[in-house]
């Protein structure tokens, strides 16, 4: 067997694993990975994309090789199945995407939460945890003493970032008579950064139709 070869057939054998695992990381929010933890995941994914593509392909790899002329070995012709490539491809992108949403959407943990096997979330932190889950219209004290109302659009991956983007939101304060009051902000919304210094988020059951009309 050419080591040239040989060292392609291996390569061709992990990229589907390791493409694979691209994309979970840029599709999914979850807790931070060793290099030796994202190599693992990569070499996991391609055995089970094997596992699922190879009885269709008559347990063979994508890649094989033979002698151009068989008294002269040293000379090899390169035989590409594209065809398993691209069902591996394929393979590739589904898995990935329906990981991404397992750990998004935590649907596994969930199920064993159920069942009293573990008290674990596939997200990242409780920040995430929070805020995927419940969302909706908020109020957010930040430093001064300061309020804001308004509708959650977007939030930051990390908790050591926390940022946060609210729609239709207003200044709240306190009038003469202590009732609070609303003073809208003009325009589609605004963005807390971690620079605002969050003290702490308040979700309230609001519908969006009121927020509307408060904003109004």
């Known amino acids: 067997m050419p080591d040239k070869v040989e060292a ?6 992990l990229l589907p694993g390791f493409a694979c695992a691209y994309i979970v990381q840029f599709l999914a929010v979850r807790r931070k990975q060793s290099e030796l933890d ?3 995941e990569a070499l996991l994914f391609s055995l089970v994309l094997y596992l699922i593509t190879l009885p269709f392909f008559g347990y063979t790899l994508p890649l094989a090789w033979r002698p151009i002329d068989p008294q002269h070995s040293a000379e090899y012709q390169i035989i590409v199945k594209w065809n398993h490539l691209a069902c591996l491809a394929g393979a590739a992108i589904v898995f990935a995407v329906l990981y991404s949403a397992n750990i998004n959407r935590d649907w596994i943990l969930w199920l064993l939460r159920l069942m009293k096997v573990t008290e ?4 990242k932190t409780i920040w995430n945890d929070t805020f995927q889950e419940i969302g909706g219209m908020v109020q957010v004290g930040i430093s001064g003493d300061r309020k804001i109302l308004g509708w959650l659009r977007y939030y ?3 908790d050591e970032e926390s940022s946060l983007f609210l729609e239709t939101a207003s200044w ?3 009038g003469d008579d202590g009732e609070e009051i609303e003073q809208p902000i003009d325009g589609p919304g605004i963005l807390l950064t971690k620079n605002s210094k969050i003290e702490y988020v308040m979700f309230l059951n609001w519908a969006k139709e009121e927020s509307d009309e408060a904003g109004a």
């Open 8 to 13: 392609l057939g291996v390569l061709l054998v």
């Open 38 to 40: 994202k190599i693992i």
């Open 120 to 123: 674990r979330t596939a997200r």
């Open 156 to 158: 930051s991956d990390e």
């Open 172 to 174: 709240v304060g306190t």
